[in-house]
């Protein structure tokens, strides 16, 4: 197993490319409405044109309270000089982390479409390099440790806009990021909780709720990469870490057991079947439900799966969950049952069941 | 664009943009040429994702290589002629209000002709016919009397050509300046004349640049409007421009998006981002059949005073001394300056005397006020009364730089004495007759 933290812990010091105080808002404020497009450097791997067109149709809104905002977090002032006091803290935790401290601090953009960057990017630069930690595991390393600024939190959907409050961009972040050679959950937690000692020993950092946070990158060997973001709880992370990798484990088993079951490559077309006329007179009222609001209910025939779908990767978190979370986000599917679950518990007749059934076998 | 011998080379060793190529060492994806940037530089894309350019010499190796990358989907956009559409003529000065990506390079490049404006602001097309036109290249604070005339000439000409109006895409510094300079320069215009700009750089996300242009090419292509404005964000909401009279509108503001503002009038329209609604506040000069003629002279010799407490002689003594024909004094208050000295200095009797003494060389002095709100009056107390007798001409409220700009194209056009009437006349809307009482004069309401 290879695992990786970055840490993002909000810096004791006023924002770092205005003169602004790191405070919460209070008060009066104005109210800005935004729209942005898609510029270059953005694009990535992205089709250019879609991501011009998703960004058209974001339409933003800041709240920009008077005590804790001014005109450079609502882009209406070019930044200023960065924070030394920031710069201060950023280089104290560099030689912490026995990190070679950067001649020259550049600031790059990193950009971010979702609106809680007024100016549509993030600002980064490089504080350290190579940095290190003694663990009773042997040393981690730390390639990179960064001076940032924070983004703005959102407060929810108003009118079709996405909104957001200033309060909180700008402030100065610090990212640690250790390379991957973390070794196991309880190595993991060890590092946690040692780099947060090293950040809260400087006396500089911000304490409380959502001022630090902790990303993981967690690989079992076959497995993939996964990142586990925004841990808040320094004690939990040792258990993330064992429980991810316990669920890779788990999903690789699956994956053996159906190339074996499939005598190498697994396919079976994939076909999906419209059943919502089987469904017309339901009992169940989830099918009424979204039959009535127009959507419709398909299947598809999983052949050689079955037993499989109820194997539990996780804690109360079975693979047909690990299913319908993919289906969900990709496909805009409201969920997913299978034929390895009680289908009584959804209301679903078995006389229903048998006619799915019978429809997909014969398709 | 690739260069001829470029295009020709390329073509003859049969290869297309896309193709994997080795030119001078260098293997990669052969990019297409943006419009701007050398035509004699091959640009190819490496294997890390960089690119880079690499100049073609005459007789240089290049072999085509197996593989190529598909480019189809990063086509710049192709613009089709709607004839049921006015035509609009959007002419660059410089900067890069409009920088576009390249969808095939990544880069910003800035945005110049027809086809790259669309590519950048697609919704242009629904509004107008685009024409895209770089009459010059210069940031704004480096402008000079001859870039007013390029710019007058290149308007003259799209009008002739029977544009429904003109877009100028202008550095904000000193667009005040130019949307008073063409205000006078252009006689008896027919159509809108739109200057506008960005305050915040195009290659963010959240630039004011495409709004600005959206609703500015709105305003030239479908207003029942004659003469020349200025259309900028009206205030921080990506929600609406305001129009500006071009002789009455000021930049009041380093780096707000709404830094352009109505000097002691309200603006002349609102344009609406979204559904493009024009709503005129005012009365305004509509649409018409006027023959447009371009008084293009311009008096270089004129300069822009500000006057303060503590003043040396040296500062004023320059314009006669260097043989000035105008000068405008940016005034205290109503329109006053340093002129009456007490035992402690006469330093200020001397500039009193200076400019009575400018003055009748028969140097035109124009006083303006540096509050830039309200009107200048030079009746109300002695020392204004002594001006005028010294020679100064009273500016009747009008902005400085309007003043300024004013002055120089009244003394490159017209005689001395008929130059000094017209001061006083308004020509294009720059002298406000009237100021309403309004509760909040920076908002004008
Ligand atoms: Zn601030």
């Known amino acids: 197993m290879k695992v990786g933290i970055e840490i993002h812990q909000r810096l004791d010091a006023g924002k770092l490319f205005c003169n602004c105080p790191s405070v919460p808002a209070e008060g009066d404020g104005a109210s800005i409405y935004r729209r942005q497009r898609a510029v270059a450097g953005e694009l990535g791997k992205i089709d250019a044109a879609a991501a011009q067109e998703f960004v058209r149709k974001r339409q933003f809104l800041y709240e920009a309270p008077m ?19 920031a710069i201060d803290i950023a280089v104290e935790i560099c030689l912490l982390l026995e990190a070679k401290v950067v001649d020259e601090v550049q600031v790059m953009r990193k950009t971010v479409i979702d609106g809680s960057n007024t100016g549509g990017f993030q600002r980064t630069s490089i504080v350290g390099l190579d940095g290190k930690l003694r663990t009773s595991r042997g040393e981690v390393g730390i390639p990179v440790i960064c001076i940032e600024e924070e983004s703005s939190g959102i407060l929810g959907e108003e009118g079709g806009a996405a909104k957001f409050c200033l309060d909180r961009l700008g402030m100065p972040l610090i990212e ?18 040692k780099l947060g000692g090293i950040l809260r020993t400087t006396g500089k950092v911000q304490r409380g709720i959502g001022t630090i946070r902790q990303d993981l990158n967690v690989s079992t060997e076959g497995g993939a990469r996964v990142e586990i973001k925004g841990a808040q709880e320094l004690k939990l992370i040792g258990k993330m870490v064992e429980n991810e990798a316990r669920r ?8 053996e057991e159906l190339e074996k079951r499939f005598g190498g490559k697994v396919d079976f077309g994939y076909q999906a079947v419209d059943l919502t006329t089987i469904f017309e007179n339901t009992g169940s009222k989830l099918f009424k439900g979204a039959i009535g609001k127009g959507h419709r209910i398909f299947g598809m025939r999983m052949p ?24 969900k986000m990709n496909a805009g599917v409201a969920g997913i049952m299978h034929s390895d679950e009680d289908l009584s518990k959804y209301g679903i007749s078995e006389k229903e069941a048998r006619e799915a059934e019978m429809k997909l076998s014969l398709e | 664009m690739y260069s001829h011998k470029v295009s020709e080379r390329l ?25 701007t940037g050398d035509p004699d530089c091959i640009v190819i894309k490496l294997d890390n994702g960089y690119n880079v350019g690499i100049h073609y010499e005459e007789g240089m190796a290049i072999e085509k290589l197996e593989g190529r990358v598909e480019l189809e989907k990063l086509a710049q956009k192709e613009i089709k002629f709607d004839d049921r559409k006015p035509v609009v003529a959007i002419l660059s000065t410089g900067g890069t209000i409009a920088s576009r990506v390249d969808y095939r390079t990544g880069g910003v490049i800035p945005a110049f002709s027809a086809a790259d404006l669309v590519s950048a602001v697609p919704e242009l097309a629904n509004i107008a016919n685009i024409k895209g036109k770089s009459v010059m290249n210069v940031f704004s604070e480096n402008i000079r009397p001859e870039h007013y005339k390029y710019m007058a000439g290149a308007v003259a000409s799209e009008i002739a050509e029977g544009a429904a109006g003109v877009v100028i895409l202008h550095g904000t510094d000193t667009m005040h300046y130019t949307s008073s300079m063409l205000s006078f320069m252009l006689r008896d215009l027919p159509v809108p004349v739109v200057i506008l700009g960005a305050q915040r750089s195009s ?9 600005n242009l959206i609703c500015g090419v709105n305003f030239a292509a479908h207003a029942d409007y004659s003469g020349v404005v200025v259309c900028m964000h009206g205030t921080l909401d990506d929600k609406f421009c305001h129009i500006h009279s071009g002789t009455r509108v000021r930049k009041m503001h380093t780096s707000r998006r709404d830094a352009f503002k109505s000097i002691d009038m309200k603006p002349i329209a609102r344009v609406d981002y979204e559904g493009g609604k024009i709503d005129f506040i005012g009365e305004h000069p509509k649409r018409g059949h006027l023959e447009l ?8 010799k004129v300069g822009l005073l500000k006057v303060y407490p503590g003043m040396r002689l040296e500062q004023v003594a320059l314009f006669r001394e260097k043989g000035y024909n105008g000068l405008v004094i940016e005034g205290t208050g109503l329109g006053h300056m340093p002129m009456k000295g007490d035992e402690s200095s006469d330093e200020n009797d001397r500039i009193f005397n200076e400019i009575r003494g400018l003055a009748e060389s028969g140097c035109l002095v124009v006083m303006t006020s540096q509050c830039i709100y309200g009107n200048v009056n030079m009746n109300v107390y002695g020392p204004g009364r002594d001006l005028q007798k010294a020679g100064v001409i009273s500016g009747q409220g009008m902005l400085p730089e309007v003043a300024y700009t004013k002055l120089m194209w009244l003394l490159g056009n017209y005689e001395k004495e008929k130059a000094k009437a017209m001061v006083s006349q308004n020509v294009a809307g720059e002298i406000v007759e009237r100021r309403e009482v309004a509760p909040d004069f920076e908002k004008g309401e």
């Not at chain 1, 890779?248 to 994956?255: A, P």
């Not at chain 2, 290659?203 to 709004?211: K, V």
Request: with cysteine; aromatic share 4%; charged share 30%.
């Open chain 2, 203 to 211: 290659d963010r996300g959240s630039s004011d640049a495409a709004m």
């Open chain 1, 304 to 327: 050689k799966f079955k037993g499989l779908l109820g194997t539990e990767v996780g804690e109360g978190r079975r693979f047909g969950t690990e299913l319908s979370d993919y289906a």
């Open chain 1, 176 to 193: 640690i990021a250790t390379d991957p050679t973390i070794v196991d959950g309880e190595h993991a937690q060890e590092v946690a909780e």
């Open chain 2, 11 to 35: 073509k003859g060793f049969g290869i297309t943009v896309g193709d994997r190529i080795r030119v001078s060492g260098k293997e990669g994806s052969l990019m297409p040429k943006p419009e």
């Open chain 2, 293 to 300: 003629s371009v008084a293009s002279g311009l008096e270089s």
């Open chain 1, 67 to 85: 005590n804790a905002s001014c005109l450079v977090e609502s882009d209406d002032e070019p930044p200023h000089d960065m924070n030394p006091t």
């Open chain 1, 248 to 255: 890779q484990k788990t999903l690789m088993g699956i994956r």
